[in-house]
Each structure stands twice: as C-alpha cells, then as structure tokens.
C-alpha cells in the first residue's frame, strides 16, 4: 500500500483538526445509523483528539478520542469506510490510540460497543480489553469500574463497557485485576 507521504507500508495516523474533521464525515456515515450517527458527528467537532487514516487524499478510519482526567482516556468511536474495512486500519488506529493515552499518562482506557458487535468485541479484545462487570472497584481502587465516569460515555441499553489498565494501580500488582482483598 502506499501512504499519503508515497511510501510503502500502512498508514501513519494522522490528527484531524478543526474544520479538517469534517473530511472524516463520509466514513462516519457509512459505519453509523440513527442515533449512533448523529452523536458520532456531534463528537467528532467535540472531542478531545480526532486520530484518522488517510488513503488516497480521503479519510478511510478515524477514531474519536477524549481524556476524562489524567488518569482515565475514553475511545468514543474508531469507525472505517466500507471500501477500506478488513485492511487493519481499526487496529492500527486503536493500537495508536492506546499508545498514545499511555505516553501521556492515562492509567485506563475505556470503550463501549453493541454487546452484538462481535467484530469490534474481538479487536478490542485482542489488545487487552475486557468487558468491566457491574459492580466492579473504581479505577482509583484498582479495578476497572467506571463509577463517575458512566455518565460522560454515553452508554445505551445493549452496549458493553470496555476497559484496558495502562498502568497497575500499584506497583506489582496484576494490571487487569483488583488488588487482592478488595471488593
């Protein structure tokens, strides 16, 4: 494949910025409906970050990226046009997305998705996230619960949390799990 910059390989992800978002509207209305749609365009103008693949001059991927607080990042959209899924980009962009929540600090990343998903349930679930279970220990209290957050996600009836731990919540402690003892 060959990038924007004429070289072979894939991508690099790219910051979509202000008005230069929009160039990402044509994939996004192919990847969402009703009111999926209308609130991927609200937070494609709203969200912290805007990381895309470019192919060709248009926009084929981009992710929608915001920061809670300096310890919690949220992926609230990773979507791909149709001509262009199957290709990687997904991953490349989610992959860039933690990497880059990881270099500034962020200690948990969250994600939702359609419990029906299974597409998007195995992409995320091959880079380290894991459904959060009701009930499950706040982030500041080593687990993954979302308690405080839930509210800024957006999350609908029929849709999953997802969380990956960047960093263990103490040293030595296991990334993915509570420390022992707490409930």
């Known amino acids: 494949m060959t990038t924007a910059s004429g070289r072979s390989g894939p991508p690099a992800p790219i910051d979509l910025i202000g008005a230069d978002r929009d160039r990402a ?6 990847s969402f409906t009703g009111v999926y749609r209308w609130h991927a365009k609200r937070t494609l103008r709203e969200a912290d970050s805007v990381r895309a693949i470019e192919v060709d001059g248009r926009i084929a991927a981009a992710a929608l990226l915001d920061r809670f607080d300096a310890d919690v990042a ?3 959209y990773l979507f791909v046009a149709e001509a262009d899924r199957r290709r990687g980009f997904g991953g490349l ?3 860039d997305a933690v990497d880059r929540f990881r270099s500034a600090g962020a200690r948990v990343v969250f994600a939702a998705c359609g419990a029906e ?3 998007v349930l195995r992409l995320f679930g091959a880079r380290g996230f894991r459904p959060v279970a009701d009930g499950e220990p706040r982030v500041r209290d080593g ?3 979302a308690w405080g957050y839930r509210r800024r996600m957006w999350i609908v009836s029929g849709e999953l949390l997802l969380g990956l731990r960047l960093a263990p919540q103490s040293p030595g402690g ?3 799990r509570p420390a022992a003892g707490r409930a």
């Open 93 to 95: 962009l989610l992959e």
């Open 174 to 176: 296991d990334p993915l």
């Open 117 to 119: 998903n299974s597409a």
């Open 25 to 30: 509207l044509d994939a996004l209305r192919q």
């Open 143 to 145: 687990g993954l619960g």
């Open 74 to 76: 949220y992926v609230y």
